[in-house]
């Protein structure tokens, strides 16, 4: 499942990255394999989703979600 197809308040496990670029970015801010996320809401196009990450909370852009893998 991607994180892009998530629905609001559903929660997964960050599995992995599919662009390095992303995940050299994300992994530096602390979203790590393994990770609990959370989807907080989307905004009103859904061209951002307000994610939870463990204890933080983060706007990731749609099309960076489709490259973020969870179980």
């Known amino acids: 499942m991607r994180l892009a197809d998530m629905k609001d308040n559903e929660e997964g ?19 790590l394999p393994g990770s609990r996320l959370t989807i907080i809401r989307r905004n009103g196009f859904g061209k951002t989703l307000y994610v939870k990450v463990d204890q933080m909370h983060l706007a990731i852009r749609k099309k960076e979600a489709e490259c973020i893998e969870l179980k």
Do not use: W
Not at 14 to 29: I, T
């Open 13 to 31: 496990i960050l599995v992995r990255f599919e662009d390095e670029s992303l995940a050299v970015k994300l992994m530096a801010m602390g979203v």
